[in-house]
């Protein structure tokens, strides 16, 4: 099964490691190639997926820049992609090309992994970007009361909590100094920005505004132990860390790319022995 990832800046991604991985572990041979276009010329979305088609690719995953040209690419796109307006997943299949958005779905398979039964409540979310459109539709749609949206640029935050709210979801936007005053009201914290990146370092709230009472979670992964998950750890709050989003959105994105439901169902009997292995390997979970 040929699949890759196309997109900028991802020569380092762990998308490669994932799939072959899922692949061995299913007895679903893959190979996982990486069009970057900071090292290979890329014209379009459009060009490169033309290419792979005709190279013989199931099916592809989609970054920066273009998870929203996925969306319109896409001659069968999921409810999930087109709610949240993007896709980062392709599937070619009888000259169609069906488009999801498994940051989307995989936001909410690591939610009940991480966290169980526990319903996120009232959310303050940082971040509105790509990312943060997934996971805000995502906590939605797992029965958020309210989602508080902040973000530097305040139109992007209205558009996202308009958005939300033309689905029937309860949302609404802050600013960046009323953080301090919100925080204590909220269930959950969420960061969607890069701040706690290794190359954007920093923790996205005060720390000391993390107590035990909230649960968070950080789409920064790498690294995997964030200062803004380190400030959680130290006040016993529970923890969804960006490895559960990175593991079940590419669980989520093999299953798509499997052809019969046998497949389907041998990748998600492996979510958990993968998922394991990546908190041992980063998040250096001894019992994992």
């Not at 290979?40 to 989609?62: C, D, F, M, T």
């Not at 169980?116 to 029965?143: D, M, N, Y």
């Not at 920064?220 to 400030?231: C, I, L, Q």
């Not at 979510?271 to 994992?288: C, G, I, M, P, V």
Request: glycine residues 10%.
């Amino acid at each position: 099964m040929k699949l890759g990832l196309i997109g900028k800046a991802i020569m380092n991604s762990s998308s490669p490691d994932l799939h072959v991985r899922l692949g061995q572990l299913t007895g679903i041979p893959a190979t996982y190639d990486l069009f970057d276009a900071n090292e290979q010329p890329i014209e379009s979305l459009e060009s490169q997926v033309r290419k792979v088609i005709a190279e013989g690719y199931r099916g592809v995953n989609v970054t920066f820049p273009w998870k929203e040209d996925a969306v319109t690419l896409a001659t069968r796109p999921s409810q999930g992609a087109s709610m949240v307006g993007s896709a980062n997943t392709l599937v070619f299949e009888q000259g169609e090309i069906i488009a999801e958005n498994t940051d989307f779905t995989g936001f909410m398979s690591g939610f009940r992994a991480t966290l169980g039964e526990r319903r996120p409540g009232r959310v303050l979310q940082l971040g509105t970007g790509g990312v943060g459109k997934a996971v805000a539709f995502g906590l939605a749609s797992l029965g958020a009361t309210e989602i508080v949206l902040m973000d530097l640029d305040d139109s992007k935050s209205q558009r996202l909590a308009d958005e939300l709210g033309t689905h029937g979801f309860k949302a609404s936007i802050i600013r960046a100094e009323q953080v301090a005053e919100v925080v204590p009201e909220c269930d959950g914290l969420v960061n969607c920005t890069p701040v706690g990146h290794e190359k954007s370092p920093g923790c996205p709230l005060p720390r000391e505004l993390v107590t035990a009472k909230h649960w968070i979670f950080d789409a920064v992964y790498v690294p995997a132990v964030t200062e803004f998950v380190a400030a959680a750890q130290v006040v016993g709050a529970a923890i969804m860390s960006g490895v559960s989003l990175f593991v079940f959105q590419g669980v989520d994105a093999f299953k798509l790319f499997c052809e019969d439901q046998d497949k389907r169902s041998a990748a998600d009997a492996q979510a958990a022995t993968l998922f394991a292995h990546y908190r041992r390997e980063l998040l250096k979970e001894k019992d994992a």
